[in-house]
C-alpha cells in the first residue's frame, strides 16, 4: 500500500511539473526536468536532512512514474489545457500522498514527532517549491494559499491514527482525504492566510 501511495505521487507530481512546464512552453527536455524536480525534490531534500540514501538515487525505477507522467501530461495537454483545474488537482493529490510517505519515513525512523510533521511538509510541498522557482514563479507555499497548511495538519493527523495502531489502509485514506479536502475546501471557498500587509501603497 505504501508503494502505491508512493508511485502514484510520483505521477501526480509528475503531471503538474510537466503542465506548468507546458505553460511556460518548454522544450521536451525542460518539461521533463520540471516534471522530475516537482517529483522529487521534496523527497531528495528530505533524505538528505535524515542522513538516508537519496530514494530515486537508491532505487532507479522512479524514473519510469515520472516518465508515466510526463508523457500523460504530453499527450492530453490539449484537453488539460481546457480543464483550468487540471493542475491544482493534480498538485492536489501529490500533496496528500507525499504528506504520508515523509511522515511515515519520519516515524519508521523514530524521530521526534514535530520532525516527522517537518518531514511531511518537506516531501509534499518543497518539490512544488523548486518547480515554481525554476518556472520564475513565487511558490504557493510563500504565498497566502492554504497548502503546506493543509500537509502539517494532514500529517497531525496521520500521527494520531498511527499512535492508535489503526489499520494502516484506513490511515493512509483518511490522511489523504483530509489534505485534499482541506485544499479543495480553501480554493472553492477562496481560504487564505493571514497576511501583514494593507492595500495601501508604502
Known sequence: MFDILDITGVVAFAISGALVALRKKLDTFGVFI?????????????????????????????????????????????????????????????????????????????????????????????????????????PLIFKKEIYATASIIGAIVFLILSHYKLDQRICYIFTSFIVITIRLIAVRFNLKLPTFYTTAKI
Open 34 to 138: 520540471i516534471a522530475f524536480a516537482t517529483s522529487v525534490g521534496g523527497g531528495t531534500l528530505r533524505d538528505i536532512l535524515i542522513d538516508k540514501p537519496v530514494f530515486w538515487i537508491e532505487n532507479v525505477h522512479y524514473f519510469y512514474p515520472i516518465l508515466l507522467g510526463v508523457l500523460l501530461a504530453i499527450i492530453f495537454r490539449k484537453k488539460l489545457r481546457y480543464l483550468s483545474r487540471s493542475l491544482f488537482l493534480f498538485d492536489t493529490i501529490g500533496l496528500g500522498l507525499y504528506t504520508i510517505v515523509g511522515t511515515e519515513i519520519g516515524i519508521n525512523y523514530n524521530l521526534h514527532p514535530i520532525i516527522c510533521i517537518t518531514l511531511g511538509t518537506i516531501s509534499a510541498s518543497f518539490g512544488g517549491v523548486i518547480r515554481d522557482i525554476l518556472c520564475n514563479k513565487i
